[in-house]
């Protein structure tokens, strides 16, 4: 991002700032796009007049007739609270960051226009029921009512300072199908086959088939699925096929693509900077009125998500004042801005929350080109011509637009034509190269997944709610459930291949048809569960479903389950669960994982007294990764090196595992056998080590990097010291300018948590100890009465800096607290509030 910045000629932007800043003006010139909050606004596109209650914690309440009426107000809320985060993000989906920024945003441009994602997006629009096509369309009326009378710089701080470099910017008219290409970026941040089957492939051609199988242990017979096996509506058993058939030439070629990849990765760095590819996961876990003190259900869910400022999330109630047959809405929750509605929270009868579920909906395969014409490629014997589209990118700074030209086969669209890492791969030094890869995903074609989200919204029982999410074919989403009347479920929706071959984790052949994708597995045979015997559902990102009790391959790649595990017990260990205790599972901060390791430390000899002191200290251990704690310092900076020890001398460095849920299993197996082939350290010759032998090394690297670091007294390893978080801007955040990164960023703040602890606050031992990834979001919904509920996102309302709602929640949100839902439109109105009022013109 720093890279972007001064393409644009930051250094004026310095200079200026720098005078505003020491004349006192940089308040105003940050104020000027500050949202009006109270008193009346008349605006065109109304039918009656729209209450706005933003209370003490900057969340709108809105209250309308009409549910035209009701979304344009939302609209028009998101388009005063984040419109540059709107404006920038719609730009990211469509590709056309390079108008603004220039040569140094095209990579980026180039690799998100072989998605198309606004030519989807424009028949997922076509594809609407009425119902949501009027509320798409009422939704940008608002957003383009706010935006038609101002100037950028009154729209966003953002947009004044690029003014000040001479970025020329007219605002574009908000349109129904900007509302709706966000969600399809939501999409794409969960698609990762394209980066981890090459990965696996070359992890495969440096280990082998033995070796590699224990990178990838198969999960847990004790860990738990997230429906049991005898709740399950079909029978069957999933057979594992066997590895891709790709001969030695293919691997040759595969292997040779990732070292030209070595350090640069597929994922452009502006999207990296923006979280899209940054390990992730989720809990939700819902509790029957059986099992909690009030008689009726209680659901908790918190997505963890890449560390953004402003949050992804806005929050915010819309209630029809009379709910009617011709105005239905009544809902509460979190929303995306830009996009209609709400995606997680409750409405009067309904409460649903959303983990990422790690189906596999993609694949990579390999296409034989034709040596005369590299626009031919192999179908069972024939050369076939592929289809090309032609994309234009206006590039700042240039008189004429980038031309790129998209290819496709029949099994999906050509990644290796500047989609990897943003140059043609598909042509060598010596011309035409013999293969290209394609990128297979369901996301690929038209998707209804919007609709479903919309009918969610209003849906009023278990039935509404399962007719729904049929709609939601893109998106790999677990689904919970909760209502008033005392019922809970779980429903795994999307489109996900059957596979004629292969298990999705490797590359496959294109030219014939053994692997292609013969169909999906039918909606009314995905996993689902309602009112479940054992009174509660939890999703950690864990498997929905014993491999041995399924029909159908769902994905060899998920969460381990630790934290499944974890939400799992605490729930059966409490006879009556609270509001409270939903509250402390939400915020748990145990690591099952490093008490499994701790007891093979046991016996070991240490010559120093002090690191024996050390060892003893992490044995007596709780596993709690508390911010004060000195073990669970101990703990991370054995960790690391303990990995280090382990993989660093049989792996190329692009390819070490970076300590997350796998790696902690892998390690779990490997210690059970003392002198596995893993534990040898391959740099000191005819010298063979064990397992002992490498945790006693690893051990007192660590000690030494905890003196080096903290000192000798123990008391004083805090491991927040370590673990902390840095709130930074996504666009302006990085400039490696100071005085702008102060403006927008926030932090560092030491921080709880840890990788496969249900706080969830990852981080890679290969880049430690920043976090990655947070909770980006709490909520905590009682259905017995809904304003008991409790929510919380990790920074604050406001996209504006200097506002005070732009970072308000942040201490809230790290020290494990909530704010109240305010369901009730007298509770919003308790404290201090605002009203705006929207009138007719």
Same mark, same amino acid.
């Given at each position: 991002?720093?890279?972007?910045?001064?393409?644009?000629?930051?250094?004026?932007?310095?200079?200026?700032?720098?005078?505003?800043?020491?004349?006192?003006?940089?308040?105003?010139?940050?104020?000027?796009?500050?949202?009006?909050?109270?008193?009346?606004?008349?605006?065109?596109?109304?039918?009656?007049?729209?209450?706005?209650?933003?209370?003490?914690?900057?969340?709108?309440?809105?209250?309308?007739?009409?549910?035209?009426?009701?979304?344009? =107000?939302?609209?028009?809320?998101?388009?005063?609270?984040?419109?540059?985060?709107?404006?920038?993000?719609?730009?990211? =989906?469509?590709?056309?960051?390079?108008?603004?920024?220039?040569?140094?945003?095209?990579?980026?441009?180039?690799?998100?226009?072989?998605?198309?994602?606004?030519?989807?997006?424009?028949?997922?629009?076509?594809?609407?029921?009425?119902?949501?096509?009027?509320?798409?369309?009422?939704?940008?009326?608002?957003?383009?009512?706010?935006?038609? !009378?101002?100037?950028?710089?009154?729209?966003?701080?953002?947009?004044?300072?690029?003014?000040?470099?001479?970025?020329?910017?007219?605002?574009?008219?908000?349109?129904?199908?900007?509302?709706?290409?966000?969600?399809?970026?939501?999409?794409?941040?969960?698609?990762?086959?394209?980066?981890?089957?090459?990965?696996?492939?070359?992890?495969?051609?440096?280990?082998?088939?033995?070796?590699?199988?224990?990178?990838?242990?198969?999960?847990?017979?004790?860990?738990?699925?997230?429906?049991?096996?005898?709740?399950?509506?079909?029978?069957?058993?999933?057979?594992?096929?066997?590895?891709?058939?790709?001969?030695?030439?293919?691997?040759?070629?595969?292997?040779?693509?990732?070292?030209?990849?070595?350090?640069?990765?597929?994922?452009?760095?502006?999207?990296?900077?923006?979280?899209?590819?940054?390990?992730?996961?989720?809990?939700?876990?819902?509790?029957?009125?059986?099992?909690?003190?009030?008689?009726?259900?209680?659901?908790?869910?918190?997505?963890?998500?890449?560390?953004?400022?402003?949050?992804?999330?806005?929050?915010?109630?819309?209630?029809?004042?009379?709910?009617?047959?011709?105005?239905?809405?009544?809902?509460?929750?979190?929303?995306?801005?830009?996009?209609?509605?709400?995606?997680?929270?409750?409405?009067?009868?309904?409460?649903?929350?959303?983990?990422?579920?790690?189906?596999?909906?993609?694949?990579?395969?390999?296409?034989?080109?034709?040596?005369?014409?590299?626009?031919?490629?192999?179908?069972?014997?024939?050369?076939?011509?592929?289809?090309?589209?032609?994309?234009?990118?206006?590039?700042?700074?240039?008189?004429?637009?980038?031309?790129?030209?998209?290819?496709?086969?029949?099994?999906?669209?050509?990644?290796?034509?500047?989609?990897?890492?943003?140059?043609?791969?598909?042509?060598?030094?010596?011309?035409?190269?013999?293969?290209?890869?394609?990128?297979?995903?369901?996301?690929?074609?038209?998707?209804?997944?919007?609709?479903?989200?919309?009918?969610?919204?209003?849906?009023?029982?278990?039935?509404?709610?399962?007719?729904?999410?049929?709609?939601?074919?893109?998106?790999?989403?677990?689904?919970?459930?909760?209502?008033?009347?005392?019922?809970?479920?779980?429903?795994?929706?999307?489109?996900?291949?059957?596979?004629?071959?292969?298990?999705?984790?490797?590359?496959?052949?294109?030219?014939?048809?053994?692997?292609?994708?013969?169909?999906?597995?039918?909606?009314?045979?995905?996993?689902?569960?309602?009112?479940?015997?054992?009174?509660?559902?939890?999703?950690?990102?864990?498997?929905?479903?014993?491999?041995?009790?399924?029909?159908?391959?769902?994905?060899? !790649?998920? !969460?381990?389950?630790?934290?499944?595990?974890?939400?799992?017990?605490?729930?059966?260990?409490?006879?009556?669960?609270?509001?409270?205790?939903?509250?402390?599972?939400?915020?748990?901060?145990?690591?099952?994982?490093?008490?499994?390791?701790?007891?093979?430390?046991?016996?070991?000899?240490?010559?120093?007294?002090?690191?024996?002191?050390?060892?003893?200290?992490?044995?007596?251990?709780?596993?709690?990764?508390?911010?004060?704690?000195?073990? =669970?310092?101990?703990?991370?900076?054995?960790?690391?090196?303990?990995?280090?020890?382990?993989?660093?001398?049989?792996?190329?460095?692009?390819?070490?595992?970076?300590?997350?849920?796998?790696?902690?299993?892998?390690?779990?197996?490997?210690?059970?056998?003392?002198?596995?082939?893993?534990?040898?350290?391959?740099?000191?010759?005819?010298?063979?080590?064990?397992?002992?032998?490498?945790?006693?090394? =690893?051990?007192?690297?660590?000690?030494?990097?905890?003196?080096?670091?903290?000192?000798?007294?123990?008391?004083?390893?805090?491991?927040?010291?370590?673990?902390?978080?840095?709130?930074?801007?996504?666009?302006?955040?990085?400039?490696?300018?100071?005085?702008?990164?102060?403006?927008?960023?926030?932090?560092?703040?030491?921080?709880?948590?840890?990788?496969?602890?249900?706080?969830?606050?990852?981080?890679?031992?290969?880049?430690?100890?920043?976090?990655?990834?947070?909770?980006?979001?709490?909520?905590?919904?009682?259905?017995?009465?809904?304003?008991?509920?409790?929510?919380?996102?990790?920074?604050?309302?406001?996209?504006?800096?200097?506002?005070?709602?732009?970072?308000?929640?942040?201490?809230?949100?790290?020290?494990?607290?909530?704010?109240?839902?305010?369901?009730?439109?007298?509770?919003?109105?308790?404290?201090?509030?605002?009203?705006?009022?929207?009138?007719?013109?």
């Amino acid at each position: 991002m720093r890279k972007l910045l001064v393409g644009c000629g930051v250094v004026i932007v310095v200079l200026v700032c720098l005078g505003l800043v020491g004349g006192g003006l940089g308040f105003w010139f940050a104020r000027q796009s500050f949202p009006k909050v109270s008193g009346r606004v008349e605006l065109d596109g109304l039918m009656e007049p729209v209450e706005i209650v933003r209370d003490e914690f900057g969340v709108a309440h809105i209250y309308a007739n009409t549910p035209e009426d009701l979304f344009f =107000a939302e609209g028009y809320v998101h388009a005063q609270e984040r419109f540059w985060q709107m404006e920038f993000e719609r730009r990211v =989906a469509t590709g056309r960051l390079s108008e603004i920024f220039g040569e140094a945003t095209l990579s980026t441009d180039k690799f998100l226009r072989h998605f198309n994602f606004h030519g989807l997006t424009e028949q997922s629009y076509a594809m609407l029921d009425d119902e949501t096509r009027r509320i798409v369309d009422a939704y940008a009326a608002g957003v383009n009512a706010y935006i038609e !009378d101002r100037t950028p710089a009154q729209l966003g701080l953002e947009f004044a300072l690029l003014d000040l470099q001479g970025v020329e910017l007219d605002i574009e008219k908000w349109s129904s199908v900007d509302s709706m290409i966000w969600a399809e970026m939501m999409i794409y941040d969960q698609s990762d086959k394209l980066e981890t089957e090459l990965r696996n492939i070359d992890q495969l051609a440096q280990v082998g088939e033995e070796h590699y199988a224990e990178l990838h242990p198969a999960y847990r017979a004790e860990r738990p699925t997230i429906i049991p096996s005898e709740e399950l509506g079909v029978s069957g058993e999933t057979v594992r096929p066997a590895l891709a058939g790709l001969g030695k030439e293919e691997l040759a070629y595969l292997v040779n693509l990732n070292r030209r990849l070595a350090g640069v990765g597929i994922v452009p760095s502006i999207l990296a900077e923006l979280g899209f590819g940054a390990s992730g996961g989720s809990n939700s876990f819902v509790v029957s009125g059986e099992k909690t003190d009030t008689g009726t259900p209680l659901l908790a869910n918190d997505p963890h998500m890449a560390v953004n400022m402003p949050a992804l999330w806005y929050e915010v109630g819309m209630h029809c004042k009379e709910k009617s047959a011709d105005c239905i809405y009544d809902f509460r929750g979190f929303s995306l801005p830009g996009v209609p509605g709400i995606l997680i929270g409750h409405n009067d009868r309904i409460a649903w929350g959303l983990t990422n579920s790690y189906f596999d909906s993609e694949d990579v395969f390999m296409e034989r080109i034709n040596p005369q014409n590299p626009d031919q490629y192999e179908v069972n014997g024939k050369w076939v011509d592929m289809d090309i589209r032609r994309e234009e990118i206006k590039v700042q700074g240039r008189d004429d637009p980038e031309v790129i030209f998209v290819r496709s086969t029949r099994n999906g669209v050509v990644a290796t034509d500047n989609m990897v890492a943003g140059k043609p791969y598909s042509y060598g030094e010596d011309g035409v190269e013999p293969y290209v890869l394609s990128y297979a995903w369901t996301a690929l074609e038209p998707i209804r997944s919007y609709q479903a989200v919309a009918m969610v919204n209003r849906a009023q029982n278990w039935d509404d709610f399962v007719n729904a999410l049929q709609y939601f074919d893109a998106g790999k989403q677990n689904w919970l459930y909760a209502d008033m009347d005392g019922n809970i479920g779980y429903v795994l929706p999307g489109k996900v291949p059957i596979r004629a071959g292969g298990d999705g984790t490797l590359p496959v052949p294109g030219w014939n048809d053994d692997y292609r994708w013969t169909g999906f597995i039918p909606y009314d045979e995905m996993p689902w569960v309602f009112n479940p015997a054992q009174g509660f559902i939890a999703t950690g990102n864990n498997p929905q479903i014993r491999y041995e009790d399924y029909p159908y391959l769902l994905s060899m !790649d998920h !969460d381990r389950g630790q934290r499944a595990q974890r939400i799992s017990e605490l729930i059966q260990a409490d006879e009556e669960v609270t509001i409270q205790d939903m509250t402390a599972i939400q915020t748990d901060n145990q690591s099952l994982a490093a008490l499994e390791v701790i007891p093979y430390l046991k016996g070991l000899p240490f010559d120093d007294p002090r690191v024996a002191a050390a060892r003893t200290r992490l044995v007596d251990w709780d596993g709690q990764m508390v911010i004060d704690s000195p073990e =669970a310092t101990i703990y991370a900076l054995f960790w690391t090196h303990l990995a280090g020890e382990i993989f660093h001398d049989k792996l190329s460095e692009e390819l070490w595992p970076g300590g997350d849920t796998v790696t902690e299993d892998t390690v779990f197996f490997l210690l059970q056998n003392p002198n596995n082939w893993w534990w040898d350290d391959r740099t000191t010759g005819e010298i063979t080590e064990t397992r002992d032998e490498t945790l006693k090394r =690893a051990f007192e690297q660590a000690y030494q990097d905890g003196m080096d670091r903290f000192g000798a007294d123990l008391d004083n390893w805090r491991w927040g010291d370590l673990h902390t978080i840095y709130f930074q801007n996504a666009t302006l955040g990085k400039s490696g300018i100071s005085l702008i990164e102060n403006i927008f960023n926030r932090g560092p703040y030491p921080t709880n948590g840890s990788e496969s602890v249900v706080n969830k606050t990852c981080w890679s031992v290969n880049e430690p100890y920043e976090v990655l990834c947070i909770p980006a979001l709490r909520q905590v919904i009682d259905l017995g009465d809904l304003s008991n509920s409790l929510m919380i996102h990790s920074v604050g309302q406001s996209g504006h800096p200097y506002h005070p709602h732009y970072d308000d929640f942040i201490e809230l949100w790290r020290t494990f607290q909530y704010h109240p839902s305010n369901w009730l439109r007298t509770d919003a109105e308790a404290g201090k509030y605002d009203l705006l009022t929207l009138e007719p013109k």
